[in-house]
Nanobody, 121 residues
Framework: VRLVESGGGLVQAGGSRRLSCVAS????????MAWFRQAPGKEREFVAA????????YYADSVRGRFTISRDNAKNTVYLQMNGLKPEDTAVYYC???????????????WGQGTQVTVSS
């Protein structure tokens, strides 16, 4: 399984950014997907997750209402649309996958290499 994130960069507070994650080497269409993030000096934390059908999504309280996770199974891609960005959203964002929505939200087996998002005030 290989996950490759893209879309990170520098953005001003209040701005938007869309992250993408392309999966290969697995039956993407049947796997749940998630985004996590890790800020400097902090532990990695859950951000959002989506079931393989795309019918159910989950969000951390800190991003609910600002971030949206979605997927395009035809493109083996999951997205994270981030709006209303705040300096505290600055982190390395990781894409992750596993076979169940429960596992992908807690201890996913497969991870991408991460993409840096920096929000300036």
């Amino acid at each position: 399984v290989r996950l490759v994130e893209s879309g990170g960069g520098l953005v001003q507070a209040g701005g938007s950014r869309r992250l993408s994650c392309v999966a290969s080497g697995q039956s993407f269409i049947t796997y749940s997907m998630a985004w996590f993030r890790q800020a400097p000096g902090k532990e990695r934390e859950f951000v959002a997750a989506i079931t393989w059908t795309g019918g159910t999504t989950y969000y951390a309280d800190s991003v609910r209402g600002r971030f949206t996770i979605s997927r395009d199974n035809a493109k083996n891609t999951v997205y994270l649309q981030m709006n209303g960005l705040k300096p505290e959203d600055t982190a390395v964002y990781y894409c992750a996958t596993d076979s169940t929505i429960t596992t992908v939200r807690s201890t996913p087996a497969y991870w991408g290499q991460g993409t840096q998002v920096t929000v300036s005030s």
